[in-house]
């Protein structure tokens, strides 16, 4: 570590909730996606898990909002650096659809990808006992196009970018995969509180 | 399973240019050696970083400043520069009123000082001068697309360039000095004699689509996240396809 000279940083009171190398980007939530924001409405989304599961399904919007709701409320994290607290999402917990597709003993990992094409990977252990969500409202309303509305993947536990925005479905495997931006050199799992930022740290 | 699963998409991950993970997961000193002013709110650091691995136009890196008592900021920049072998990167910072990295750079940093940065990062708005390029930025969101008509030049490469640029004025264009026949300026809010002022619209977009050359235009769009919001909306409606469109936001 090298002391840049001058530098002091803002007058801060030290946050416990904010994990290193974050900073509290208060109201703000900026947007990072790396492609056009889709025109995609609630009636054209569907949202699909396969691969290594007893029961491969489909749900559609209406599908989908018959399942138990389920709200997160708490902090994210974004690889950028900034971090957010106190956001409310609503949804549904993906151990809902869990519940209906019952994945495989086999099953370790899986792809999450967007309507975009967009993929991100993540171990099934981040995905099951409640700290994972299929989500569709922020803070009371309809999620923004712009933050992955009409429905995203929520799992707030890691960096955002594993959150993957306009969600379209998951893929069990048996073995890791690595996903759009882990094969442009980030982080196989992304664990904010262990700085897992690039591959390697 | 051990087949990669492909899924149904309009936006195709292009994955046709591999990031170092080695240069991405290291912190190096770099030296100041110069700053440039660009315009009123943006300068051009010049950083002397010796294990530089170089890179794409197009790729940021990540600056780390740290204060005395370990806190630690660290921000993503675009490089400005073109690849060359002098070991020296370029970066263009826009002043933002109380910023703690920009804030640093604009007013307490000077030529000895050093920093830290890892990189390059991320290769997905890597343009490695092979394909016809259609570039639009804002603001300091021209700083990756620069360096690549600076590789463009360097190199002096046949393969089609374009820039669209939109600043409020004249004096807010960075780069102004070193733009080409290759680069049309949009004023938003005041022009010279003669410019028209205005947001970039459907009629800036339209001729450059309308000139396809062959194999067509790969899109680069950079800067605040409703610019490249508006952008690419313009590029879609004007026929340009959305898997061949990459965005980079600046936030
Ligand atoms: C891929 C990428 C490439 C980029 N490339 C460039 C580039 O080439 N050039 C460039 O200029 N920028 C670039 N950026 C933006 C850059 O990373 C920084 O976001 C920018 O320089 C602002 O950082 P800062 O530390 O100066 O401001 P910050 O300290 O992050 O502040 C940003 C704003 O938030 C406010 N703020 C935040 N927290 C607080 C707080 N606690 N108290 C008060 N106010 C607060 C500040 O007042 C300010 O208005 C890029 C971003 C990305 C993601």
Redesign the interface.
Known sequence: ??????????P?VADPGLP??Q?DAGD?W?????????DLAPADWTFRID??VDQPRTWDWEEAHRLPPSAYEGAIHCV???SKFGVRFAGVSLDAFWDVVRPHGSATHA?A??H????TNLPLADLTGGRAWIAWEYDGRPLAP?HGGPARLLVPHLYFWKSAKWI??L?I???D?PG??E???YHERGNPWEEQR???? | ??D??V???????P?RIA????A???WQ?ATLTGIRRETARAATFRLAVPGWPGHLPGQHLMVR????D???????YSIASAPDDSGHVELTLDHIEGG?VSG?FHT??RPG????V?GP?????AWPGDRPALLIGAGSGVVPLMSMIRHHRARNLAVPLRLLVSARGPEELIYAGEFGAETTPVFTRSAPEGVPVGRMAAAHVAPLLAEQPSGGWEAYVCGS?SFA?HA??L??TAGQP??R?????F?
């Open positions: 570590m090298h002391i840049t000279r001058g530098f002091t940083g803002r801060r290193p190398g900073y703000d900026p947007v990072l996606s790396a492609e056009v924001t889709p691969g290594l950028t650096s900034w792809v990808y967007s975009t094409g967009y993929t712009e379209a479905g893929r495997l048996d073995h995969e759009f931006w094969q442009n050199g690039y591959s390697g740290d | 399973m051990t990669t699963f899924p149904p998409t309009r936006f195709a991950v994955g990031v170092s993970e080695q991405a997961s290291v000193t400043l740290t204060a005395e370990g806190y630690v900021a660290q921000r993503h703690e640093w307490v940093a000082d050093r920093v830290e890892r990062v991320s290769g997905f708005f996240n919001e690419s909306r590029l879609v959305v898997e469109i990459r965005i980079e936001r936030g």
